[in-house]
């Protein structure tokens, strides 16, 4: 995670005064007590992050199924900051496509 954040923070640092929106596959649910959400949310803080999770309408509730075991996780996020979140992402959707399971 610190090799995710040092990256970002060299972007952020070279294209000061732009907004910032963050997506990809974080391999982490945003949950306190998740080591990698808890790493992240220091660097959410420091920039003023928000996470779009909450702005998902789909009602999907998941990004990743396992069928045998029954279990769903979050792992693909979005983050922007205060000012993109109010005036530009109205909402969020997944799109579920067994094409994505080769």
């Known amino acids: 995670m610190s090799n995710v954040i040092g990256y970002l923070q060299s972007v ?4 000061t005064g732009c907004s910032i929106l963050v997506t990809s596959d974080f391999n982490f649910e945003c949950q306190k007590g998740n080591v990698g959400y808890d790493i992240f949310s220091e660097f959410m803080e420091e ?26 996780s979050w792992l693909d996020h979005m983050f922007v900051d205060y000012f ?3 005036f530009s992402v109205n909402w969020l959707a997944i799109f579920n496509r067994d094409s994505s399971l080769l």
């Open 84 to 86: 993109v979140n109010i």
């Open 47 to 72: 920039h003023g992050l928000l996470c779009c999770d909450d702005l998902e309408l789909s009602a999907t509730g998941y990004i990743y199924h396992h069928d045998a075991l029954g279990r769903t």
């Open 12 to 15: 952020i640092e070279l294209y």
